[in-house]
């Protein structure tokens, strides 16, 4: 939209969340609040989207990461007025509209500010704010209006007497001033009040006194505008999006058994004809690709699964990729970029770190490969363990395509075993395996005839 700019606050600690972390970066279905009211600013497209910081200042614009925003500094949090005052340097002398966010409304639509911004220029008065009606105002901002039915002021819960708080016409935070006239209010903002804060919603008051016109947008859908100040509000929120997010996928062909107890965070992508069994936990940025199944209790972070995947129970997968036609767990362990190829099996209690499988492979029980480069249609057998570590660095272990790893053998790297080897049950192979070699690394068995009679016979001595 032309000459629009959006604010967002994001510089209060967030003392009801009782955090060592500022509220704004607090996860909402694995994507920080902030980045949420961000998304639905940017959907707007407006000249420019400010972002106000103090709390933890350096943190909540490192996780901005590249996205485009003027950051300006709150140095000390004296209230949401005051938030906006920081930005005087990057609002002087501009003309046109700023429509003010709070940082914790996660649920914020774009169409919402569109709303807003498109009523406000049509009515031309010198703010317009969004006003909703809770079945329960409690901890919100009252709208005072007066007989004639125009918005008077704005009352804070804690400033307002019992009459006042019977109001359910509640101020939701989303507002769209002019920018010429703002800055003038501003400077006649105080902090007298419960809070000995700069209040925004004081602007209201002032603007009217200088007979400015400030017009009201009632909103019917309050959870859309719900703040968020502690963590049971913040678990609603995240449970109302998660619900959305599950209607979302299942009216693209995705398979759900229980949608209220399947975990999809916000940016994680689930193909077609996927199912995902209860409890299952997908974060990041995760994608599951066509047909792929999902069992319960897994947790798949940051990966790349299928298509035609089967993630069978118990399965915690990280940083890694799942080729097509896999089959992982139960109870496997996949970690920091292990890349399993097409057709693999993966069985019960295998770990892997920073492993790569070739298509065919085999690893179906028991087994750890950390930091080994396995070719394709390997097979390693149960209790099969690569010997990465030495004490004090990580040494890679090679395994050439078609070889075959018995059971209960230890790799010690940094080793290579050639393609089409044959390594025998038990072995511990501290040295290179060419290929097409079979090698033994064990102590060689020796039977002894008729000893357990002879034993019993001296009384155990001899
Ligand atoms: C505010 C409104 C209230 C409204 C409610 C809607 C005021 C005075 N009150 O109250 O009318 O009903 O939101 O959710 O505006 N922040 C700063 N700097 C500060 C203080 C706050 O950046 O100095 C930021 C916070 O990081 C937060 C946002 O402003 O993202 C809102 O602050 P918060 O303390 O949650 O305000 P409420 O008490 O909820
Ligand atoms: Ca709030």
Not at 179 to 186: F, G, N, P, Y
Not at 413 to 442: K, N, W
Request: hydrophobic content about 40%; charged content about 25%; some cysteine.
């Amino acid at each position: 939209m032309k000459d629009l700019s959006i604010l967002i606050m994001a510089a209060g600690k967030g003392t009801r969340m009782v955090s060592d972390h500022a509220k704004v970066l607090h996860p909402v279905c694995g994507v920080p609040m902030l980045h949420l009211v961000y998304r639905a600013a940017a959907a707007v497209e407006p000249n420019e989207i400010i972002i106000v910081i103090g709390q933890d200042a350096d943190l909540v614009r490192a996780s901005m990461e590249d996205r485009p925003a003027r950051f300006v500094l709150q140095e000390r949090q004296l209230g949401t007025g005051h938030a906006v005052m920081a930005a005087r340097p990057a609002l002087e002398g501009r003309s046109g509209d700023l429509v003010v966010l709070y940082g914790d409304t996660p649920r914020l639509k774009g169409a919402t500010l569109r709303k807003l911004a498109g009523r406000h220029r049509e009515s031309g008065a010198a703010t317009t704010l969004l006003t909703t009606r809770p079945e329960n105002p409690f901890g919100y901002g009252r709208i005072l209006r007066d007989a004639d039915g125009s918005v008077a002021r704005i009352v804070e819960e804690r400033d307002a007497t019992p009459d006042q708080r019977s109001i359910r016409e509640i101020n939701p935070g989303c507002y769209c001033f002019r920018i010429d006239s703002l800055l003038t209010a501003l400077d006649r903002l105080s902090d007298h009040n419960s809070q000995g804060e700069y209040y925004l919603t004081d602007v209201i008051a002032i603007q009217r006194d200088a007979g400015l016109r400030v017009e009201a947008l009632p909103h019917e859908d309050f959870d859309e505008l719900l703040g968020i100040n502690t963590r049971a509000e913040l678990a609603e929120a995240a449970r109302a999006l998660r619900l959305q997010k599950n209607l979302e996928l299942m009216a693209a062909g995705v398979t759900m058994i229980d949608p209220e107890r399947t975990y999809v965070d916000l940016d994680v992508a689930v193909d077609k004809d996927v199912t995902l069994h209860p409890m299952v936990t997908l974060q990041g940025r995760t994608s599951i690709g066509e047909g792929s199944t999902v069992r319960s209790g897994c947790r798949i972070a940051d990966s790349q699964v299928g298509p035609g995947v089967e993630v069978c129970d118990c399965c915690v997968i990280a940083g890694s990729i799942i080729g097509s036609g896999s089959t992982v767990g139960p109870f496997a362990r996949l970690r920091d970029g292990s890349r399993v190829g097409s057709r693999c099996r993966v069985g019960n209690f295998v770990e892997l770190k920073k492993a790569v499988l070739g298509d065919g492979s085999k690893a179906a029980h028991h087994a750890y490969l950390g930091d080994a480069e396995v070719g394709r249609n390997v097979n390693i057998g149960a209790g099969v363990i690569t010997c990465n570590y030495d004490g004090f660095r990580k040494h890679a272990t090679i395994i050439g395509d078609g070889a075959f790893i018995g059971t209960d053998s230890q790799l010690v790297a940094p080793v290579r075993i050639g393609e089409g080897a044959y390594v025998a049950a038990g072995s511990c192979i501290t040295q290179d395996v060419p290929p097409g070699a079979l090698a033994i690394a064990r102590g060689r068995q020796v039977n002894k005839p008729g000893w357990v009679a002879r034993r019993k016979e001296t009384g155990g001595g001899g």
